[in-house]
């Protein structure tokens, strides 16, 4: 039987590794309105960016004696990041990008095509790729949770001189997974006639919940540094009267 996909046509090219690319050139892909690298791999950025800054703050909190007692939670924490989270998403980073672009040249050769049977197959097999990628999605959303939670623990625990590396490390994989529930839900919205949908609905509210209850304490940090300026800032004030 006469396969429905062109393969040369529709696939790309699956050793390209697209965060092999220069900064620029990564950001203008993103810019440029093509399906890859989209909004999946955008929140496996952001996730990767969170990771790296959590990094930074737990190797350089290692060499402060006054964070001492926390040592051994940096050490941790820097080793599930750098072992365990940072390959997972740069996995999901390429195939997310890789596979969405199939996605979207399957819909294209699917409304392009005047056969009925050759129509139905396109449609079936971009959807079948389409809850592969939301799984995904799923993956990056779990991560970056676990990534929230290492980055308030470093705010309260790690150096003060560095909590804006560690402020950065919380909003950036909240921002990935604020981006990750939009992407679901929309996905969903698309397999709605599916059964995968129904039984992931619920999985994407658990998400919510868990990131509702990770920002009251991430919105606690940014209160702490607010207060703790205010209350600098008031004081250098009532010194430069007293003088």
Known sequence: M?????????FTNEQENILSRP???????????KASPGSGSAAALLGLLSSKMIHTVCSISLTKQECYEHHTQFKFISKQVEENIVPKLKELFEKDAKDFEKVVNLRIARDKSTNRTEKSNYSRQSLDLLQIATDYTFEVANTALTLMEYGVRIFNNGWHAIRGDSGVSISAAMSAVMSSIFIINLNLKTLKRRKYAKENFK?????????DNLQTKAFSCVSLISHESLDSIQLELRSDKNN
């Open 23 to 33: 900064t620029n050139q990564l950001l203008n892909d993103f810019g440029a309105g």
């Open 2 to 10: 006469k396969a429905p996909i062109n393969q040369q046509k529709i």
């Open 203 to 211: 999985k994407v509210q658990e998400l919510q919940t868990k990131l």
